[in-house]
């Protein structure tokens, strides 16, 4: 069944028959089949420009089509149409996007479209990325399109006043040029827009479905992806039902297949997706619980095992004996994601530029023991950090080692001792230069459950070069203000990647974003000028040589403390196939098959 | 019965009760092994043993000398170094330390550790960062112990006061008191422990005060209807008619009836707050990252049972439970001693 | 009764206020403004004037509608009821049979005061409410649920049957373990307490048998303690208990304390502190209306 060149050839020809094909496409989406998965921690709700948990992006990026996705087995992460015909056209050096949708994709059924099939057009891009930014909902994705897209922000400024949104108005750089085109017209350069269209919060949503249901929108997520919501039990249970106005999609790779996805990449050959009919989500806390549930065969595929089994699960990076007779698949694979130490630059004990302030810093960052986190703490779930770019995206470099990093106690000292942070009073503590005072206030939040293993590593290595450390348990939430709004001497952090490019982490340390994404509030002025170049280039040999010196500044003046990058694991059981964990994408169910028969061999059901 | 409650108990009293609690073999054995836990916290909180319990001695899990074979590729992890760095030239023309190179690399050879070998064997083992777990398990044993005292003694001392004023008064005294404990009994526990965290900051006096001024409803309630059992009983109407104060009568005559009941409550209230310690530090709650307490690991080992490494949870929880059997045992023993009416069937 | 609400009203609201985290750096989402947060504050009210927000919560109070979660945006009347549903469904249980159990083991202990069987009973119980709850759920989940299959993992299901029969037997046991010694060992003293009454050495001397003075007298006049504590138990079996749902995935109420809590959800605590509030205030009425069955010699007010 060579349906995607089918579905081509009719799509420019008639109409109307692709709706019998879409049909016939999803029919192939196999109800008996029901797939058990898990969530680590309780989802929040489904309205995409609401919500930014990772697990209800999970069931978003199920529901909702954005316009790009991601190539399912490509890596590094590749960006490929969803429900657009092509990659965007580009124009004016990175300034004009135009996108061309494909024709007859339908939204799922909804009492709101009265009994019409509805289908999607540009303007429904046009509106779900007008949603994202309006400022008066918590909108906590308005800063992927906030002071970039022309005339945008003067209709945010508008809507705060009138405290309404007017979704009528027109954005220029924002606009559905016909019913199938949406042109999307930037400020400057920003060769990201892609990423940013391939994200599931930027999927559409229909107006009608927003304006029936109001605050209830919530709980009825009505997209154009390959399932709907049947069931919620909120904090629970979710149950994805295949969506049977779904377009059907074959997957076909784009690039050469790693070999050891080539038995994945088969499975695919003339499977239309999605392959099976329900999917079953339970959230469960307890990492226990989960793995011993998976062990039963309750559940099909776990991802993000908790990494205390993995040792149990995986010794050594190999699977168990146990398992591997079992025939359980697993993999790892690093997450682009980096933990890091905070310090606040404008602090003045931890922050500011001189020498003897950034001696202070590096002794600190040598102090800590990343090869323990790796190994012992994070059983070896997890990579040390030697920049702030993680692997798997645009601009890490493997080569690229940290010229300033190591676990040294003893250059640590050296460091101290030669900035003249002495102990002055005997009492076995260092002072700070001049013999003042000297106490260091790290920022910590323990909720129900966590351990406090970094924390103690962190207070091991501040005892063994005799700086005081006092470490503060604040609430999560005030953490978080505290650290936006730079109250904290130091704090712990973690970033996950929005985007596969290196910009989404230098933003981070680029002054002018101090009170937005910049916690360290780090404001260097040949740092702020390379980062105005690279958010303005296509990736080049240029970019990346720029983002290598960024890397050594980070090093150097130490705004961040470097830690690691996590690897996660993931088991799939022997009936699951299709699985492959996507970096930047969330899970897509539409992927993954079980085979019945196996299931019930195995279990003996 | 009622002589008892106008006679202040007298010396040979607790004489004759030490003695009966000196001839119950079940206090003797008890008393021993609190004796034991007593010395063992003792010794560690003036630094004579366990002083070294944060420090990493071991191999990440090292053996116990019981299960000496056990396979421990963790421990072998654990001794993998990160590399160090090397600093090339392009970092040294960016680095603002770069004039000091030189003085850092001296005194960054004065500065050396010594090289010390880390043990495979340990023992009741070792913990995930290679700490020993027998040192680590006497010190909690002393935080926790230390805990539970205090705050039974904070918490049965506010109940009792309490409880007396309010069943003994009743009235207006008895509104106004009600009222404190059901608006502290309706709070949400975890509300309750945010709020005195966020005000007392933290440390071991934050969790004794924790647990002492929320825990102190149950015998607050318990000796109010006791005392509203008591205060109509004949032998305190009698007081009251010969004109004792209500001072003298809450504490001289009602209290020692019903002191079994408040060193039961004691007795109950420690082993309930070294309970209730493991719940504080499981909820993120519990003591300072350079203290250890029995909760603080058990919140943290919970996980080690599936990989295997069991030591550890055996030892906090063997520590534990005996502690506290004895502590239970030991206390009904000597209700028995101080109320030898309970024998006399 | 009223007093009461106004002061738990008066202490959550100050408590939250003043110790309670700042949602809106939570909703605001990873890129963080100042001028976000001041948005999302003026969203969710805490922009008005303390008066204005008390005076808010009051009403909410009055009507029962404490509108939606901050973080989840659920009605949270409908959370009360669904996860208090759950929690109750779990905790009955564990009361029921914890009343049953420890009130007849403490009548055993009691009668057969000094004995071997006394001291095995009170000795099993203690040694078995020695080890923390925290462990039971982890050794339970993995030696009874998963090594031996006694019981499933984890799980909860749409149908009270069979999360009676099937899911909620091992959080049970479990639980039961940890609660009967405290509530058996203190019963036993109540009994004990009353037998040592002159009463009962009077009934004895007239010829009452054993058994009836046991049955009739003592347990009649120990009620008292035993029924408070029993009773006093029933506001807290809403709430669940955190540890249970976490480990077996049970949606409860407890676990969404915890996380309300975690995620300063203001709506979502206020709604369960008062509700818990009025159940205590029930329980109390409830409690001093059996006193006075139980002993006419209580003179209530």
């Keep these: 069944m060579k349906l995607k060149s089918h579905l081509r050839l009719i799509n420019s020809l008639i109409f109307s028959f692709l709706a019998v094909c879409s049909i016939h496409a999803s029919a192939a989406a196999d109800m008996k089949k029901t797939l058990h998965f898990t969530f680590e921690a309780a989802e929040t709700g489904f309205d995409p420009a609401e919500v930014s948990d990772n697990y209800s992006n999970i069931i978003i990026a199920n529901i909702f089509d954005p316009l790009l996705g991601y190539d399912h087995l490509a890596r590094p992460a590749k960006p490929i149409p969803n429900t657009a015909e092509s990659l965007p056209e580009i124009k004016e050096n990175g300034r004009i996007y135009v996108f061309k949708l494909k024709k007859g994709i339908y939204f799922a059924d909804d009492p709101a479209f009265n009994g019409k099939k509805r289908e999607l057009t540009a303007e429904d891009y046009v509106y779900s990325l007008k949603r994202l930014v309006d400022p008066n909902k918590n909108a906590p994705w308005a800063f992927l399109l906030q002071g970039k897209v022309v005339g945008l922000d003067e209709k945010i400024e508008e809507a705060k006043k009138k405290k309404k949104f007017d979704f009528d108005s027109i954005v220029e750089g924002l606009k559905a040029t016909d019913k199938y085109t949406l042109q999307i017209t930037l400020k400057k350069p920003d060769y990201n827009l892609p990423y940013i269209m391939a994200m599931q919060n930027t999927g559409a949503v229909a107006r009608e479905v927003v304006e029936k249901y109001g605050a209830d929108l919530d709980s009825h997520p009505v997209g154009t992806g390959p399932y709907r919501l049947v069931e919620w039990q909120r904090a629970h249970r979710m149950v994805l039902e295949a969506n049977s106005n779904y377009r059907g999609e074959v997957y076909k790779p784009t690039t050469e297949v790693d070999p050891r996805d080539r038995d994945i990449a088969k499975s695919f050959e003339g499977r239309s997706l999605p392959s099976v009919g329900r999917i079953d989500i339970r959230v469960v806390e307890s990492g226990q619980a989960s793995y011993l549930s998976f062990l039963n065969g309750q559940i099909d595929i776990l991802i993000r095992l908790g990494a205390e089994y993995v040792s149990q699960a995986a010794p050594g990076g190999k699977l168990s004996p146990a398992l591997e007779k079992k025939g359980v698949k697993f993999y790892s694979e690093a997450e682009p994601d980096t933990t890091y130490n905070l310090f606040n630059m404008d602090d003045p004990v931890v922050g500011g530029y001189t020498a003897d302030k950034v001696a202070l810093r590096r002794a600190i960052v040598l102090s800590y023991n990343n090869g323990k986190l790796v190994n012992v703490l994070m059983k070896r779930q997890g990579l040390i950090a030697q920049s702030p770019v993680p692997p798997g995206i645009t601009g890490y470099d493997p080569a690229y080692k940290n010229p300033l990093g190591g676990f040294n106690l003893a250059k640590a000292r050296g460091i101290l001792d030669a900035y003249g942070y002495k102990d002055c009073d005997g009492d076995g503590w260092r002072e700070a230069p001049g013999c003042k005072p000297l106490m260091i206030t790290y920022l910590s939040s323990a909720s129900a459950g966590s351990k406090r293993d970094t924390d103690e590593l962190l207070k091991n290595g501040f005892d063994k070069i005799g700086v005081k450390l006092k470490i503060e348990m604040t609430p999560f939430p005030d953490l978080v203000k505290r650290r936006q709004s730079g109250k904290y001497q130091m704090a712990g952090a973690a970033w996950g990647a929005d985007y596969p490019d290196a910009e989404n982490y230098m933003q981070l340390l680029y002054g002018p974003n101090k009170g937005a994404g910049n916690e360290s509030r780090f404001d260097f002025p040949v740092f702020n000028k390379l980062y105005e170049e690279i958010a303005t280039m296509p990736q080049s040999d240029e970019r990346q040589k720029k983002f290598i010196t960024m890397n050594r500044l980070v090093a150097a003046y130490a705004p961040w403390g470097l830690n690691a990058h996590r690897i996660r694991t993931h088991l799939v059981q022997p009936w699951a196939k299709g699985f492959k964990y996507h970096p930047i994408e969330q899970p897509k169910f539409m992927y993954y098959d079980i085979d019945l028969e196996k299931r019930r061999a195995v279990l003996g059901e | ?345 | 009764m009223i007093p009461t609400l106004i002061g738990v009203v008066l202490l959550v609201f100050f408590l939250f206020k003043y110790f309670g985290g700042d949602p809106a750096a939570v909703l605001a989402g990873k890129q963080l403004t100042a001028d976000k947060i001041a948005a999302i504050r003026a969203q969710l009210g805490l922009d008005q004037p303390v008066i204005v927000q008390l005076l808010i919560f009051v009403k909410q109070i009055l009507t029962f509608d404490f509108g939606r979660s901050w973080s989840t945006n659920e009605v949270v009347s409908n959370m009360l009821v669904n996860r208090g549903k759950v929690s109750l469904t779990v905790m009955a249980q564990v009361w029921f049979l914890d009343a049953i159990i420890s009130v007849l083991l403490a009548v055993i202990a009691a009668y057969l005061k000094g004995s071997l069987s006394e001291r095995l009973i009170t000795g099993i119980c203690t040694a078995a409410m020695s080890i923390s709850l925290l462990l039971y759920v982890v050794i339970g989940q993995y030696f009874l649920g998963f090594k031996w299959a006694l019981f499933p993992v984890m799980g909860w299901s749409e149908s009270f049957w069979v999360n009676v029969t099937r899911y909620s037997p091992l959080p049970v046991l479990l639980m039961l373990a940890v609660s009967i010694a405290p509530s058996l060992r203190l019963y036993r003293t109540f009994l004990i307490e009353e037998l040592n009454q002159d009463y009962v050495r009077t009934a004895r001397a007239k010829g009452a048998g054993d058994h009836r003075v046991m049955l009739v007298h003592v347990l009649r006049n120990a009620a008292i303690p035993i029924v408070t504590n029993i009773a006093m138990a029933i506001p807290g079996l809403f709430v669940g208990s955190f540890v249970i749902e976490q480990v077996f995935s049970i949606p409860g109420l407890g676990r969404e304390v915890v996380l309300a809590v975690d995620r300063s959800d203001f709506p979502v605590i206020k709604a369960i502190t008062v509700s818990l509030a009025m159940m205590t205030m029930l329980a109390n009425l409830g409690v001093d209306l059996l006193y006075k069955w139980l002993d006419p010699r209580v003179q209530l007010k």
Aim: aromatic share 10%; hydrophobic share 50%.
């Design chain 2, 1 to 345: 019965m009622s002589m008892n409650g106008t006679n202040t108990r007298s010396a040979s009293f607790w004489i004759q009760a030490w003695k009966r609690l000196l001839a119950d073999p079940v206090a003797r054995i008890c008393g021993c092994i609190l004796a034991i836990y007593l010395v063992v916290a003792l010794l560690s909180a003036t630094g004579l043993i366990a002083k070294g319990w944060n420090d990493e001695v071991g191999v990440s899990y090292a053996n116990p000398v019981f299960a000496p074979n056990e396979p421990n590729p963790e421990g072998d992890t654990s001794l993998i170094r990160e590399d160090a760095s090397v600093t090339d030239d392009e970092t040294k023309a960016i680095d603002p330390l770069a004039p000091k190179y030189e003085e850092i690399a001296k005194l960054e050879r004065t500065n050396a550790d010594k090289v010390t070998v880390l043990q495979r064997l340990l023992p009741l083992g070792g913990d995930k960062t290679g700490r020993d777990v027998l040192a680590k398990t006497i010190k909690a044993g002393q935080i926790s112990i230390a805990i539970g005292l205090a705050a039974s003694f904070i918490a049965v001392f506010i109940g009792v006061v309490l409880g007396a004023f309010s069943g003994y008064f009743g009235g207006k005294v008895n509104d106004a008191l009600e009222w404190v404990y059901n608006v502290f009994t309706s709070v949400p526990y975890i509300l309750l422990v945010l709020a005195f965290s966020a005000v007392l900051g933290k440390g071991v006096g934050t969790v004794i005060l924790v647990l002492g001024m929320t825990g102190w409803t149950g015998t607050y309630r318990l000796i109010r209807s006791e005392y509203i059992k008591h205060r109509d009983r004949d032998y305190v109407q009698a007081a009251n008619a010969i004109g004792a104060s209500h001072l003298r009568m809450m504490f001289l005559h009602i209290l020692p009836n019903v002191s079994h009941l408040i060193l039961i409550q004691l007795s109950q209230e420690v082993i309930s707050f070294i309970k209730a310690e493991v719940v504080l530090s499981f909820l993120g709650f519990g003591v300072p990252v350079d203290l250890i307490s029995w909760g603080i690991m058990i919140s943290d080992v919970r996980s080690e049972l599936v990989i295997g490494k069991w030591w550890q949870l055996a030892s906090c929880a063997t520590a534990m439970s005996v502690f506290v059997v004895a502590f239970s045992f030991f206390t009904d023993s000597l209700r028995d001693a101080l109320d030898p009416k309970s024998s006399r069937r």
